[in-house]
């Protein structure tokens, strides 16, 4: 693959940032690539491992001179860093950032920059359980979505971002504001709500064990605590910042389940069974799609690969 | 491994009759296994598929001479099966199941078994999202608990059950009948029902199209998906037989999802980040007891092995 950009900035130094980093190395795809974290044992972490080509101590620093700067701290830090930024951007320089949320970032950030600066959202759709500097790994966007919101920016500085993901292993798909943030509301924020409220009850529930809620964990709970592990500042900046989309699929959520529980309370078997059946075929959907595999695998220990 | 039973009768032919059929040949655990299933294309596949030493076309016929009666037929089907074979079971023999419910099953089953026979119930706590004759294979039981219930039952009839159980590769642990049905609420059942709730919801809301929750599922909705695609007669005799424990948990699950809504509406990301915090404690646990590992694998595509 070919060079992108000569000079790249990361902003925020944690599994995306340093995911990007090692991704744009194996794929040659940027000259150089420089780092910022607010926090110095970050940096000294970054330093020491040698994320980034240039560590710097202050976000100006690093923003300056770059061809892309990307925004990976939580939805919540966005507009500050921006603000601090701004005046250190290079005209015709593209700013992106990795948050899950769009109206919400776009919001905070694009009052902040200044004209002939191209301001370009995107949203990385993966991700582990594991956060901070030593978590990323080239491999992380392989095969996976980058959601790309341009909201009116410039053509070739969105083509320009879109081969960088896709040189980094991503597929990437355009998508509006307010459908992404619908979007994401679905197939990622309340899931994610619903996998912490899961973990969080059984912990609370003092008539089982810790024990035995953690060694029976294959039967189901496990998958649960997989993305109930995920970043809690990450995911708290999620929710504030996706209010309305979260909430509404919330409340859809909350009437199916009461007419679950309402089914069982009154032994309405026809009713369970039909729902159960409709659900299974969505399942075979995500199979078909590529998504995931049909190795009978469920509840079963994976094996380090 | 040597024999432990001579000759063992397999009552349904599903998953996990299947796998166990397949896990007693590989371990050389019975001399002979009867099958029987209701369905007479069942049978017919089982014949074709080599499934079972010999299958009868009746239960009766199945049972006879059985030293060993497993009954491998949905929660709410246990009651009449039993009914039906008792008068042609051996006196000495044992009958177990694999219900994943156990006070409805021995309500349902106990009052017909005749004097002199032995009743062990167990939960192999083992599945795949696939159901039926072909679905099993010799190793699903290998590193996953099987719950014994022996709820009173002769002591070496337990044993030699335990021992086929561990033969078959499962580990085994006794537990009291109650105690099970709200373990099994807390770490299966209602995982179960939130999965199919969230697939439900998702398949309903029509702004965000199928294909759509589909391509993006790996985001976090894919893990739901896969519980939410077993056999749905299975678990809609689950929840119809474990009604207390199910609707207990449930509206302690309801109360917290509350919570964290009202969090939200509030804009209280204090309170959504000690809960986040606390939840991914649970999920280190579950990698330290060894029922899963941390590798950096979640939403990612898995190899079929």
Wanted: aromatic share 8%.
């Amino acid at each position: 693959m070919s060079q992108i950009y000569d000079r790249v900035a990361l902003i925020g130094l944690g599994l995306i940032a340093s995911s990007m980093f090692w991704a744009m190395k194996r794929g040659g795809l940027a000259r150089e690539v420089a780092g910022y974290a607010r926090s110095a044992e970050t940096r000294q972490t970054a330093r020491e491992i040698g994320l980034c080509d240039v560590v710097c101590d202050t976000a100006v620093e690093a923003v300056r001179d770059a061809d892309l700067v990307v925004l990976c701290v939580p939805v919540g830090a966005m507009g500050a860093v921006a603000e601090e930024i701004a005046p250190a951007l290079k005209p015709g320089a593209t700013v992106s950032d990795v948050g899950s949320v769009k109206r919400a970032v776009i919001d905070a950030v694009a009052p902040y920059l200044p004209e002939g600066v191209h301001f370009v959202p995107a949203h990385p759709m993966a991700g582990t359980e594991y956060s901070g500097p030593t978590s990323g790994f080239a491999e992380l966007f392989d095969e996976r979505w980058t959601l790309i919101v341009p909201d009116g920016a410039d053509e070739d500085a969105t083509q320009q971002l879109e081969a960088l993901w896709q040189g980094m292993g991503a597929l990437t798909e355009r998508m509006d504001v307010e459908h992404h943030d619908q979007v994401c509301a679905v197939v990622s924020h309340i899931p994610h709500l619903i996998a912490y409220t899961m973990v969080g009850v059984a912990d609370d529930l003092r008539r089982v064990s810790d024990r035995e809620v953690v060694k029976f964990s294959a039967a189901g709970f496990r998958d649960f605590t997989r993305i109930a592990a995920s970043d809690p500042t990450m995911w708290r900046d999620v929710f504030l910042n996706n209010k309305d989309a979260t909430l509404d699929v919330l409340g859809r959520f909350s009437e199916e389940l009461f007419k679950l529980q309402s089914a069982i309370r009154a032994g309405d078997g026809e009713h369970l069974h039909r729902y159960f059946t409709r659900t299974r075929e969505i399942r075979r959907g995500i199979i078909e799609a590529g998504q995931d595999t049909g190795v009978p695998d469920f509840g079963r220990i994976k094996k380090a690969e």
